[in-house]
């Protein structure tokens, strides 16, 4: 059984910064895919980030380039999604999701079967 376990949400003032942890167990190879998404209130979730463990291939959602990045330690079996500069935009809960196949090109909701309970993110002006 896959399971993830996010964690290090808060509430933060514009253009400052906060790091998202997302530690996976159940997966017995080395190379899977972790995406990160986001629920805006009265939005629909959309896809933030996403990499494929153990290729450092990774996504970017237009709106967060050159503010997050996503990373991993391998030997936490731990993902990060770095978010600096952030916007009060940039609030909503954040969830991250595993798959053992996904797009390599961009990052679609449908491949990812394994989802973490989420945590909230709060950017104030």
């Known amino acids: 059984q896959v399971h993830l376990v996010e964690s290090g949400g808060g509430s933060v003032q514009s253009g400052e910064s906060l790091r998202l942890s997302c530690t996976v167990s159940g997966y017995r190879g080395s190379r899977y895919c972790v995406g990160w998404f986001r629920r805006a209130p009265g939005k629909e979730r959309e896809g933030v980030a996403r990499?494929?463990?153990?290729?450092?291939?990774?996504y970017l959602a237009d709106s967060v380039k050159g503010r997050f990045t996503v990373s991993q330690d391998s030997a936490k079996n731990t993902l990060y999604l770095q978010m600096n500069s952030l916007k009060p935009e940039d609030t909503a809960m954040y969830y991250c999701?595993?798959?053992?196949?996904?797009?390599?090109?961009?990052?679609?909701?449908?491949?990812?079967?394994?989802w973490g309970q989420g945590t909230q993110v709060t950017v104030s002006s």
């Open positions: 990499i494929i463990t153990g290729t450092g291939i990774t």
């Open positions: 999701a595993a798959a053992l196949f996904c797009d390599m090109v961009t990052l679609k909701q449908a491949d990812f079967a394994y």
